[in-house]
């Protein structure tokens, strides 16, 4: 089954009540059982429930995997994942990372011992200098919040294999509709489904896929003893939203090329992020791993500071300023006191996260007036 297909029937039944095509909300906390442990698989939302279960044999359809699993967000989801750790442990993980990431490493899990080491991951090899009896997990991003610098993954894979290390990718700018790392060797695939995955902004959600049976069972035990899951109705409209995936896809990455080309040429512009580019330094490693570059962008403008990029943000009018990404409609933000305001700035500035620095999520309206809202605003 190809991907476009699996969007709409990958791991989909009909109902077998009254064969409703869509699953229904099942909006219970319990189940009826026969005798104390006979039940029909379920028997409590937070361990199991009909339309999560639906959701997440489709997660796992579209990323190639075979064991999906939802929560409460994306950041429920990375905890479950860091919970596989134990007080002593160290991770190695990317340098350019989404704020709410980093923050949950070093305000969180390093107050229980676990160690982690922030690096550029360029190049595979400057792993290696990192690695020793206490290793247990690589973290990439790719594309990297904000700074778009692409990883590749099977080359991290090469060396989460030689060392025995889990080698978990956060995949949310991508998208399975883009890149699929679990088919590059990655062990878990992260997603904050509450942006392209739902895609409609009506959201919070998070999702891991894996394929070892045994790595799954380890984070479904997680999953209902932390008990960090999503609702029904939230399951209900990711799973609409995976439906139109593919589609969306498609414009977002149409649209976000003809933006950042046209940033590119603009006269006031200093530099544009975006791996469609052949001047980017990963765009090699991208056109190898991913179908497509996306509608992830950042740039700068010339001689602009803190207050510059303010006022481009603020003059928007079709793009909204707010946090997120993803969604249909474009958004517009600055991650400096935005999305990655929990990392120090001497620290973010080290991967070019500058006070003058934008980012914008491209969304799948008419292209024109996208440029047009862009034109008006950078003056």
């Not at 894979?157 to 890149?179: G, M």
């Not at 209900?236 to 439906?243: D, Y």
């Not at 079709?318 to 946090?323: C, N, Q, S």
């Not at 249909?328 to 620095?357: F, N, Q």
Request: hydrophobic share 40%.
């Amino acid at each position: 089954m190809k991907f476009n297909t699996k969007t709409i029937h990958g791991g989909q039944k009909h109902d077998p009540a009254y064969g409703a095509v869509m699953p229904p909300i099942y909006q219970t906390s319990t189940y009826a059982q026969t005798t104390p442990g006979g039940h029909k698989g379920f028997e409590y939302s937070r361990t199991h429930n009909p339309t999560r279960k639906a959701l997440e044999d489709a997660l796992a359809s579209i990323e190639n995997g075979k064991f999906g699993l939802a929560f409460g967000s994306g950041l429920a989801a990375i905890d479950a994942i860091i919970k596989l750790l134990k007080s002593g442990d160290e991770v190695i993980s990317t340098n350019d990372l989404y704020g709410g990431t980093y923050r949950l490493f070093t305000k969180i899990f390093e107050d229980f011992g676990i160690k982690f080491h922030f690096i550029g991951m360029d190049n595979a090899d400057k792993i290696a200098n990192y690695i020793n009896d206490n290793t247990k997990l690589i973290w990439v991003e790719t594309p990297t919040n904000p700074m778009m610098n692409i990883i590749n993954i099977k080359a991290m894979a090469e060396v989460s294999r030689k060392h025995n290390l889990l080698l978990a990718v956060d995949n949310t700018f991508a998208t399975p509709y883009l890149q699929r790392p679990l088919d590059l060797g990655a062990d878990i695939v992260m997603h904050s489904a509450t942006k392209y995955i739902g895609g409609h902004s009506d959201l919070v959600m998070g999702a891991l896929i894996v394929k070892n049976e045994e790595l799954a069972k380890k984070l479904y035990f997680i999953q209902n003893a932390s008990g960090a899951v999503c609702g029904p109705q939230d399951s209900f409209l990711a799973l609409r939203g995976i439906k139109t995936l593919h589609i969306r896809m498609q414009r977002h990455c149409e649209n976000g090329e003809a933006i950042a080309k046209y940033l590119k040429s603009h006269s006031k512009i200093e530099k544009v992020y975006w791996p469609g580019f052949d001047d980017h330094p990963g765009h090699n490693v991208a056109k190898e791993q991913m179908d497509g570059y996306g509608g992830m962008i950042s740039f700068v403008t010339k001689g602009s500071n803190y207050d510059s990029a303010i006022k481009i943000v603020e003059n928007l009018k079709i793009f909204t300023l707010a946090e997120s990404l993803g969604g249909v409609e474009s958004l517009a933000g600055h991650p400096a006191s935005m999305t990655h305001a929990s990392i120090p700035k001497e620290e973010r500035e080290k991967t070019g996260v500058v006070d003058s620095l934008i980012r914008l999520s491209v969304g799948i309206e008419d292209v024109d007036d996208l440029i047009a809202d862009l034109e008006q605003a950078i003056g």
